[in-house]
T-cell receptor, first 115, second 112 residues
């Protein structure tokens, strides 16, 4: 049983297209995230949702829109893809802020290549 | 502006020896620190954590040391095994606040 699962794992698409990455967690966690690992290998937070509510929104272009239909799911939709969007996108989850001492659990990553 | 830094991109160690991975942070508000291990084409997996009320936490072959005055933490792996070869990320957060900052990783190669 995969705790945090995301699909697709690999995605190659052309510039200008719109694509979505889906994420689901079965850990019962309240908080979910999207992280981006760029070419320099840094893991940078993009968004965080707690119980379907957006709590962290880093300086990400508004072409990126997260959607959380329920606390077990956090999808990422990207409009008008650009070459610079090529990266690995990781979904993650953790217990809610009130739990303290959180551990964040990651999915396997989605490798996005924009050509 | 990287608040968590891993200045060694790679480290090579002989099997059976100690591996020491280092991490520095700049934000004095951080009070909870984690280490993650990542194999190629997989997501990072949690390894060990430490809160700022401690200066050491041990779990089997893995020990994390925290030096708050130096804003430095390190992960010791003893003895190192070839299966430990992976990229190791350190992360930091403020307790009770769900925002984790990650370093750029150190690639550990344990030679048989």
């Amino acid at each position: 049983d995969t705790a945090v699962s995301q699909t697709p794992k690999y995605l190659v698409t052309q510039m200008g297209n719109d694509k979505s990455i889906k994420c689901e967690q079965n850990l019962g966690h309240d908080t979910m995230y999207w992280y981006k690992q760029d070419s320099k290998k840094f893991l940078k937070i993009m968004f965080s949702y707690n119980n379907k509510e957006l709590i962290i929104n880093e300086t990400v272009p508004n072409r990126f829109s997260p959607k959380s239909p329920d606390k077990a799911h956090l999808n990422l939709h990207i409009n008008s893809l650009e070459l610079g969007d090529s990266a690995v996108y990781f979904c993650a989850s953790s217990q809610g802020p009130s739990q303290g001492g959180n551990t964040i659990y990651f999915g396997e990553g989605s490798w996005l290549t924009v050509v | 502006d990287q608040q968590v830094k891993q200045n060694s991109p790679s480290l090579s160690v002989q099997e059976g020896r100690i591996s020491i991975l280092n991490c520095d942070y700049t934000n004095s508000m951080f009070d909870y620190f984690l280490w993650y291990k990542k194999y190629p084409a997989e997501g990072p997996t949690f390894l060990i954590s430490i809160s700022s009320i401690k200066d050491k936490n041990e779990d089997g072959r893995f020990t994390v040391f925290l030096n708050k005055s130096a804003k430095h933490l390190s992960l010791h792996i003893v003895p190192s095994q070839p299966g430990d070869s992976a990229v190791y990320f350190c992360a930091a957060s403020v307790y009770n606040f769900n925002k984790f900052y990650f370093g750029s990783g150190t690639k550990l190669n344990v030679k048989p």
